[in-house]
């Protein structure tokens, strides 16, 4: 099972919109829509930012949005803010009880 | 709320197995599917695999079939996560992490940093 695709970084100015992509397969990605982002600080463990390609958790800021179009997913930060600053993740359901995650994208609040 | 507590830090040698445990509470054990996920220093995350407490059904990534054990004891509420033939390649924190329901990670634990070193 390979890895989905992460852009290695992103970067963006305080107030602006962001967007990470997440490219798998029709095995993955485009099979299902079980696709959900996590956020990571330095040294935390990872949070559930966003499950089922656009739904959010209780207590998830609403500037955080979540779609898909065929074998891509995308995550998208609107009015970026400082704190924002992490490791982005997502990750797929790849059928037969397994599951993938993407490489990571580093965001960067310029 | 929920919690998963995890053990703490090992030191291994190379050929060797570690065992990690994760102990649990703020929810109904058995109700509750737990998956295992580590991040090398660096690197990104990856997918171990999944327990099932209420039949013990495990499902396991491939490559990490014949050297990967998951396990659970009801009496303590307790995850327990065991790798055998250890490599350099195996060093990592690895996190337990609930089952949303839809097949996602609601709930991580701290992490466990597991070195594998000579």
């Known amino acids: 099972q390979s890895a989905l695709t992460q852009p290695a970084s992103v970067s963006g100015s305080p107030g602006q919109s962001i967007t990470i992509s997440c490219t798998g397969t029709?095995?993955?990605?485009?099979?299902?829509?079980?696709v959900s982002w996590y956020q990571q600080h330095p040294g935390k463990a990872p949070k559930l930012l966003i499950y089922?390609?656009?739904e959010r958790p209780s207590g998830v800021s609403t500037r955080f949005s979540g779609s898909k179009s065929g074998s891509t997913a995308s995550l998208t930060i609107s009015g970026l803010q400082a704190e924002d600053e992490a490791d982005y993740y997502c990750?797929?359901?790849?059928?037969?009880?397994?599951?993938?995650f993407g490489g990571g994208t580093k965001l960067t609040a310029l | 709320q929920v919690h998963l507590v995890q053990s703490g830090a090992e030191v291994k040698k190379p050929g060797a197995s570690v065992k990690v445990s994760c102990r649990a509470s703020?929810?109904?054990?058995?109700?509750?599917?737990i998956h295992w996920v580590r991040q090398a220093p660096g690197q990104g995350l990856e997918w171990m695999g999944r327990?099932?407490?209420?039949?013990?059904?495990?499902s396991y990534a491939q490559k990490l079939q014949g050297r990967l054990t998951m396990a659970m004891d009801t009496s303590t509420s307790t995850h327990y996560m065991e790798l055998s033939s250890l490599r350099s390649e195996d060093t990592a924190v690895y996190y337990c992490?609930?089952?949303?329901?839809?097949?996602?990670?609601?709930?991580w634990g701290q992490g466990t940093l597991v070195t594998v070193s000579s």
């Open positions: 992490a609930t089952d949303g329901g839809d097949h996602n990670f609601d709930y």
């Open positions: 703020g929810f109904t054990f058995m109700d509750v599917y």
């Open positions: 327990i099932i407490p209420s039949s013990g059904a495990t």
């Open positions: 029709s095995s993955d990605v485009g099979g299902y829509d079980f």
């Open positions: 089922d390609v656009s």
């Open positions: 990750c797929s359901y790849a059928g037969s009880d397994s599951w993938v």
